[in-house]
Nanobody, 120 residues
Framework: QVQLVESGGGLVQAGGSLRLSCAAS?????MGWFRQAPGKEREFVAA????????????NYADSVKGRCTISRDNARNTVYLQMNSLKPEDTAVYYC????????????WGQGTQVTVSS
């Protein structure tokens, strides 16, 4: 069983930055961030997949955030971060952290979500 606890959301002006954190308990093989805006479906934002050692990983991003967001991991804290820069009003959403126990498996574990609001 994996538990995920997110933090770091808030209100920021357009052009500003936020860093979201997701602390995981338990072993995971990949972790990702998703978001859901009001009236829209949940969408993928970014993900980390561990390679053969837990100290190295690959990343991928949605086109909508590429170049503005960076996903990273602190191994010692078993925490994944999403650094978001140059935020836009359209980035406003509830952001969810998710985890899977295998690289090819589905995201079976989800955090409670953290609200990000970007004002224009």
């Amino acid at each position: 069983q994996v538990q995920l606890v997110e933090s770091g959301g808030g209100l920021v002006q357009a052009g500003g930055s936020l860093r979201l954190s997701c602390a995981a308990s338990g072993r995971t093989a990949k972790m990702g961030w998703f978001r859901q805006a009001p009236g829209k479906e949940r969408e993928f934002v970014a993900a980390l997949r561990w390679l053969t050692t837990t100290t190295t990983y690959t990343t991928n991003y949605a086109d909508s955030v590429k170049g503005r967001c960076t996903i990273s991991r602190d191994n010692a804290r078993n925490t994944v971060y999403l650094q978001m820069n140059s935020l836009k009003p359209e980035d406003t959403a509830v952001y969810y952290c998710a985890a899977a126990v295998t690289v090819t498996g589905e995201y079976a574990y989800w955090g409670q979500g953290t609200q990000v609001t970007v004002s224009s």
